[in-house]
């Protein structure tokens, strides 16, 4: 059901949208993604109690950012994949950090 148009904004009703998730990655030979472990209750990486692991089946895309380097480096490597079963994610890697990141397109 949608709230009426003019129902005001209530903070209690608002959530964020894509937010990236932290992951651990497992890499093949090439640094490619082979193996996704999160954690059951917010997307957090490798070692948690509740986490499920996940099979890359397919690279669809790489691509690389770098960006703004003038004022804070962004710089993150990308590979939008296909998990065993069928989910599509992105994977992101910030290369400055060394950090691993997920997102649902």
Known sequence: MVAPARATLRADRLRTL???????????????????????DNGGGHGGQEETAAVVETILEMWRIDDEWWRQLI????????????????LFEDLVTSEWFIQTP
Do not use: H
Not at 75 to 90: C, D, H, K, L, P
């Open 18 to 40: 894509n937010v990236p998730r932290s992951v651990s990655v497992e890499l093949n030979a090439d640094g490619v993604p082979t193996k996704v472990w999160r954690s059951k």
């Open 75 to 90: 710089s993150r490597r990308y590979f939008a994949v296909i998990f065993e079963g069928g989910a599509r994610v992105v």
